[in-house]
Nanobody, 121 residues
Framework: QVQLVESGGGLVQPGGSLRLSCAASGSIFRINVMGWYRQAPGKQRELVAA???????NYADSVKGRFTISRDNAKNTVYLQMTSLKPEDTAIYYC???????????????WGQGTLVTVSS
């Protein structure tokens, strides 16, 4: 009923920048929180950043000052602008959304398929 489509992953050099996008579609009544998780090889999935529908944000300590999360409510899209990238940022990045859907009206957690970000020289 809800799909999240991610784009923007790829290979980037240390110190470089990359912008991830995630667009939600389907029978959406309202999206409350949207965010990004990441999972590196051999590590557990961790929250990177989250944003509410009013624009409040929070970040993992490891990315504060380097990453910026934003959203376009009219397009049901969330973005993650990543700068000063480090090799330890290499991971699969997953988009997530706290969605209120219709038919029937109910809350639903939606996840994207993941997009790979590789930071390497």
């Amino acid at each position: 009923q809800v799909q999240l489509v991610e784009s923007g992953g790829g290979l980037v050099q240390p110190g470089g920048s990359l912008r991830l996008s995630c667009a939600a579609s389907g029978s959406i009544f309202r999206i409350n929180v949207m965010g990004w998780y990441r999972q590196a090889p051999g590590k557990q999935r961790e929250l990177v950043a989250a944003i509410t529908n009013s624009g409040s944000t929070n970040y993992a300590d490891s990315v504060k000052g380097r990453f910026t999360i934003s959203r376009d409510n009219a397009k049901n899209t969330v973005y993650l602008q990543m700068t000063s990238l480090k090799p330890e940022d290499t991971a699969i990045y997953y988009c997530t959304a706290d969605v209120l859907v219709v038919t029937p009206l109910r809350p639903l957690d939606a996840w994207g398929q993941g997009t790979l970000v590789t930071v390497s020289s």
